[in-house]
C-alpha cells in the first residue's frame, strides 16, 4: 500500500524532460516477494505493469518510482545503470537475470522502465526526443545492462526499442553490459559456435524489428536516418554483443582455478577461440586452437 500526501507530479511536458528515479535491486526482488512470485510466475513485464504497477499508482497518475520517492521509500533514488529488456519476456526471468548480474552489488540502483517511466502518460515522443534527449540520458547513465535470453534468439534483437537503446549506448560511448538468468548463463558456456553467433548476427535487422506503438516504430526509424544507416546500426550492435561475450570469457578463463575440472577449462579456451576467429583476430585464436 502506498501512502502520499499532496502528491505532484513531475511536469512530464517540459523541455528536455526524462525520468532520471530508478529503483534498487534489492527493492525489484523485495517487489516480487510481496507481489507474490507465485501469482505473477507467468506474467510478462507488460502484464504485470498492466495488473500491479498501474493499479497501485493508479490514484496519483506518476510512475511508481515517483510514488516511492514522495513517500520516502527506501530503495529508490536517481540511477546509474539503464536496463534494456524486452517487455515480452516473463517478470521473474528478468529479475533473476538482474539479480544474477548485480549479485555483488544488489543495491545499485537501476533505471528499470516499468518502474521509472509513468505508465498512465499518454504523451508521444518526438523526433527530436528520440535523437537528442533519450540519448542525453543514456550518456549520462554512462551504463546499459541489456537482459538477453534466450541467448542464442534474444527477443531484444527483435523489438525497435532496444535496438535504439543499444546504439545509443554505442555511439554515446557508454559502458554496455549483458544480463543473463542463471540458465541462460549456464547455456552460453556450454553452446558457442559459429553457428549460434551467426544465427545470433542474422536475427539483428532493426528494419524488420517491432514496436508495441507503430509510431514508436517511425521515430526511430527517422532518428536512425538522422544518424546512420540500418545496415550500420545492425553491425554495431552485433559487434558490441561480440565484444562483451569475448570480455566474459576471458574473464571466464582467467579466473579458472587449479581445482576446476580438465573439461571446463577446455570448454572455455575452445569458447574464446572461437569468439576470436568469428572477429577475425586469427594471431590470438591460433595459439588457444593449439593448446586445445
Not at 526499442?161 to 558456456?189: H, M, N, P
Not at 517491432?210 to 516504430?217: G, H, L, Q
Amino acid at each position: 500500500p502506498l501512502s502520499v500526501e499532496d502528491a505532484v507530479a513531475p511536469n512530464e511536458l517540459a523541455p528536455g524532460y526524462f525520468p532520471t528515479l530508478g529503483v534498487s535491486v534489492s527493492f525489484i526482488r523485495e517487489f516480487c516477494r510481496s507481489t507474490g512470485c507465485g501469482d505473477i510466475a507467468g506474467l510478462t513485464t507488460t502484464e504485470v505493469c498492466e495488473r500491479v504497477v498501474k493499479p497501485s499508482t493508479a490514484k496519483y497518475k506518476m510512475s511508481l518510482c515517483d510514488v516511492l520517492q514522495q513517500s520516502r521509500a527506501a530503495g529508490v533514488g536517481e540511477a546509474t545503470v539503464f536496463i534494456s529488456h524486452a517487455w515480452k519476456y516473463k517478470f521473474v526471468e528478468v529479475v533473476d537475470a538482474l539479480e544474477t548480474h548485480f549479485a555483488s552489488s544488489p543495491d545499485t540502483i537501476v533505471w528499470f522502465d516499468v518502474f521509472s517511466v509513468n505508465q498512465h502518460s499518454t504523451g508521444q515522443k518526438d523526433f527530436d526526443w528520440w535523437s537528442t534527449t533519450f540519448q542525453d540520458a543514456i550518456r549520462k547513465f554512462g551504463r546499459t545492462v541489456m537482459v538477453l535470453s534466450p541467448w542464442r534468439d534474444p527477443v531484444p534483437f527483435t523489438r525497435a526499442w532496444c535496438l535504439w537503446e543499444l546504439y545509443s549506448t554505442v555511439i554515446t560511448g557508454c559502458k554496455f553490459e549483458v544480463a543473463f538468468s542463471s540458465r541462460d548463463r549456464q547455456e552460453f558456456f556450454k553452446q558457442i559456435s559459429d553457428d549460434s553467433l551467426n544465427a545470433m548476427k542474422a536475427k539483428i535487422d532493426v528494419s524488420r524489428s517491432e514496436s508495441f506503438d507503430p509510431k514508436d516504430k517511425e521515430l526511430i526509424m527517422a532518428a536512425i536516418d538522422k544518424q546512420t544507416t540500418c545496415s550500420e546500426l545492425n553491425k554495431r550492435v552485433f559487434q558490441e554483443i561480440r565484444d562483451w561475450m569475448t570480455s566474459v570469457l576471458e574473464a571466464e578463463l582467467a579466473n579458472l582455478q587449479q581445482s576446476d575440472t580438465f573439461d571446463a577449462k577446455l570448454t572455455n579456451i575452445v569458447n574464446l577461440a572461437i569468439m576470436y576467429k568469428n572477429q577475425g583476430k586469427y594471431d590470438e585464436a591460433l595459439p588457444l586452437y593449439e593448446e586445445c
